[in-house]
């Protein structure tokens, strides 16, 4: 993640990448962008706290190998306990949101992204269904109320959490750019793979 000023919106933008997540108690803008990936953007009225997250698959059942823009990634132990996964990055961020102060009782959700923009086989559904579909079965399961949500389509999104107001603010982009971002956390991935299989233990 990096923090960058904005000066359309007079305001730092503290911009997070797939398997990343971001809260604030303060008035800062959360952004990202989506192409098949899902971001939640979280928020408890009370506290004035929010975060935001951006995952990439609901979770490491997905035991076939997925060709995601070119890249082959299998599943191992490392993906497993990744940030790249719903259940993981949707449990780290209540997490957080409660160490922070926020209430469970008070926190309610947006949902952004899941677009159609990768290819994958005829035998494993179209993932940003499926992480559409994740999100909102997670929040209906915890109780916590999914207010608004922009969702699928073949488009990419890039959006603007605004904390302090609980405001979100969409623009639709290219999906190559989007791509592009869920492809370098793809290939990050694989490179931490390499590495670690040319660790020796002794």
């Known amino acids: 993640m990096f923090r960058k000023y904005n ?3 007079k305001s730092h933008v503290l911009t997070i990448f797939a398997g990343e997540f971001y ?5 800062e803008v959360i952004s990202t962008v989506l192409g098949s990936c899902i971001a939640v953007c979280m928020y408890d009225e009370r506290t004035k706290i929010g975060g935001m997250n951006h995952f990439m698959l609901p979770n490491s059942s997905l035991t076939e190998e997925l060709h995601l ?3 082959l990634l299998q599943e191992d132990e490392l993906t497993k306990k990744s940030m790249r996964y719903g259940l993981t990055a949707m449990e780290v961020l209540i997490a957080e949101m409660l160490k922070s102060g926020a209430q469970r009782r008070n926190l309610s959700a947006k949902i952004f992204g899941g677009g159609k923009v990768l290819k994958s086989s005829t035998k494993i559904p179209n993932i940003g269904d499926q992480n559409i579909g ?3 079965a997670f929040l209906k399961t915890e109780g916590i109320p999914l207010l608004k949500e922009n969702v699928g ?3 990419g999104r ?3 959490f605004l904390t302090k107001q609980n405001s979100i603010f969409v623009r639709r982009v290219e999906i190559e750019s989007a791509v592009a971002e869920e492809r370098k956390y793809m290939d990050k991935l694989a490179q931490m793979k390499n590495e670690e299989s040319n660790i020796t233990i002794f």
Do not use: E
């Open 7 to 9: 000066s359309k919106l």
């Open 23 to 27: 809260v604030s108690s303060a008035q």
């Open 69 to 71: 823009s070119g890249t």
């Open 134 to 136: 994740f999100a909102r």
């Open 153 to 155: 389509d073949s488009v």
């Open 158 to 160: 890039k959006i603007f």
